[in-house]
């Protein structure tokens, strides 16, 4: 317990964490031009971080359009936290949903809240027209490609038109229409992932590269897998202490980098490329799972 205390209670950081490419400004200028020809909005978020990966963009130029706010990834946040976070959009007159598109859960919950809430004005022929929004690397073009799946038209589950997916935040750089079902029709529109144009805070910075929403390179990957350590340390949370084979809880990351040195091929390697493949096959596992299930946000 002596050890636990003396670990950091703040973690100190360098810089402002901000990334907001070109493409980014393009694709959001592209979003409103095009609010007017959609009927619903699909905001997925990270179930990690419910509140951090809100898409700004949103505010004041969606609020006239049903909006469900899909939380992705739930199989990685903390169940214990779900209905806390029901409870916020409930306050807040939030529709949300819990899903894992990785695992194809409650798919069809969210075409059936599309069809219900769509407004159409045409709805029999032209069908239902929706917008899916979200910071990157939330799983946006995942859960397309899972709307088409089951698609009630074998033709559409089989094209070959697909939604660009990539771990690489940011990979999807135009939008594109596809037809998810036949009958009712919906008509879903791809966007690129738009990042907050000004991070609020190093935490939400981190937070957000933590769960992969911005590029490792851009915050530094051996700082993420310091943010991850600390993280873990805070929340009380050991299954890392024995999913690395270490002897105890460390605050030093130098520590953790060096129990991983074989798993993360850097045997042989030079110190500096020896330290990034370990931070880079920690933050992998993190990402993954391997060592528990996290809300990063407070409730």
Not at 70 to 98: P, T
Not at 163 to 176: E, I, K, L, M, S
Request: glycine share 8%; aromatic share 6%; net charge positive.
């Amino acid at each position: 317990m002596a050890a636990k205390a003396a670990f950091r209670t703040v973690f100190k950081t360098t810089s402002p964490i901000n990334w907001f490419p070109g493409h980014m400004n393009t694709a959001k200028n592209s979003m409103k031009a095009q609010l007017g020809n959609i009927d619903v909005i699909i905001e997925v978020r990270d179930a990690r971080i419910p509140f951090s990966s809100a898409n700004p963009l949103l505010d004041g130029i969606g609020n006239h359009k049903p909006r469900l706010v899909v939380l992705n990834k739930s199989d990685l946040a903390n169940s214990n936290m779900k209905a806390r976070v029901e409870a916020r959009f409930e306050d807040a007159g939030m529709d949300s949903l819990f899903t894992s598109v990785a695992k194809g859960k409650h798919i069809q919950k969210i075409l059936q809240w599309c069809t219900t809430h769509g407004k159409s004005q045409f709805q029999q022929t032209a069908g239902t027209v929706v917008m899916v929004v979200g910071v990157p690397n939330v799983g946006k073009s995942s859960l397309i490609n899972s709307f088409r799946s089951i698609s009630s038209s074998l033709k559409l589950a089989k094209g070959k038109k697909k939604a660009t997916v990539g771990a690489t935040p940011g990979v999807t750089v135009r939008t594109d229409i596809f037809k998810v079902n036949e009958s009712p029709a919906i008509y879903v529109m791809d966007t690129p992932g738009v990042m907050l144009p000004n991070i609020p805070s190093p935490d939400v910075g981190l937070k957000l590269a933590l769960t992969g929403a911005i590029k490792d390179e851009v915050v530094g990957t051996e700082l993420i897998a310091d943010y991850m350590l600390f993280t873990l340390n805070r929340m009380g949370s050991t299954q890392y202490v024995k999913a690395l084979g270490l002897a105890a809880p460390t605050d030093d990351i130098e520590e953790v980098f060096e129990a991983v040195v074989r798993p993360s091929g850097g045997v042989g390697k030079p110190e500096d490329t020896r330290r990034l493949l370990a931070a880079t096959y920690l933050l992998k596992e993190y990402r993954r799972g391997a060592f528990g299930t996290f809300t990063l946000d407070p409730i």
